[in-house]
Structure formats: C-alpha cells, structure tokens
C-alpha cells in the first residue's frame, strides 16, 4: 500500500534560518504529491504539490521537487519568518482517490 | 467564494451515545472525502464519495461509522455508540473532481470528544 514518511518533529530554527522537512513515500504507479499546513488553531490548507516527476511545487517561499528516483519531496524555505511556525504535512493521492499523510512535522521558528 | 464548511465545530458526548457531524462542500465539487485526525494515528482516510457512484468506504474503522451524501452535496457522517477511542477531529475536504491531480480542499473539522 502507500505511505508518507517525514521526519518527526519539532523543529526549531531561528527566524532568516533554512528550513527543510525531508518527505518520502512508498506507492504503486505515478501518485501526486502534496504539502499541506495546518497554523495552530486552523484547519489543513494546500501549500504545494507536484503532480508529475521533477516538477517542483512552490507557493510563499517554499518549494518542493518531486523526485522519482529517490521517492522524494522534501520542503524547503530559504528564510523561515514566525509567521511560518505550523505543523507541515506531506501526502500522496495515487489510484484510490484519497490522501495517505505523513506524521506531520511541527515548526517552530524564534524571533 | 465559500469554502468546506464543517458543523459543529465541537461535539462532547458521552460514550455509547450516537453522533452526527455535518459537512457543506465547495459548490460545484463533485468529491468529497472525510478523514480523520487523532493523536495516535495522525491523519487517516476514511471514506469518499464521487458524483452518483457508490463511495469507498476502505478506511471505515468499524460498523459503527457510516456516512451519506444527500443530493451530491451536503454529507453526514454518523458514528453509533460512540467510544472513547472515536475521539479525534473529524476532517471533511472536496475537490473539483476525482482524479489524482485534483487539489482537496479542507474543512475547519469537528472535534469529538468522547467521555
């Protein structure tokens, strides 16, 4: 079946820092990938996807490149602001339909 | 324009007591899927519903969860006899369609709490 791993959190970076949160997956066929963001108190919002191999999703500042031949989408930020302190869930739809998420991972970034 | 809309927005409820949480799509979605948020198992599928066809209800975790969708729009998910493990939030998204490419747009959720 699918699956998502990402790495477990939290991290901690300090604001300007560099961020990634490394995501693979496990699946049949040719899935879609996806980055979701839940900001405390808020429900789960679309931050990027990828819908084919080697094409990179981005959207705030964030990016993500699907790789195929390492089963990857890790998400990065070149400069993380406050306002970024979330919890980052990556995610796959293949053949089924329906999302398989990773664990999430929690942001923390200090001023 | 309007997004997932989710109701109630919380839910307490005693054990064995039967729950009913409602979920308003995006209009114009023809899909829609209810998930499942908990502390122990993070973000689980539960079932999906696709225009007139029957919906996939692979990742229903008993008989006691079941869910309608009247009209191809507004859907409900029951939950019989509810237990203490029932309580997470409940996560309601649509999309345009159903095809892998398709982005699924979420709900603000229901949190159950069962005592």
Redesign the interface.
Known sequence: GNSVTQMEGPVTLSEEAFLTINCTYTATGY??L?W?VQYPG?????LL?A?KADDKGSNKGFEATYRKETTSFHLEKGSVQVSDSAVY?C?L????????????TRLMVKP | GAGVSQSPSNKVTEKGKDVELRCDPISGHTALYWYRQSLGQGLEFLIYFQGNSAPDKSGLPSDRFSAERTGGSVSTLTIQRTQQEDSAVYLCASSLAGGGRETQYFGPGTRLLVL
């Open positions: 899935p879609s996806f979701y808020e429900g789960l919002q679309l996807k819908t869930f995610a739809k293949g053949a089924g339909n329906m999302l398989t998420f990773g664990g999430g």
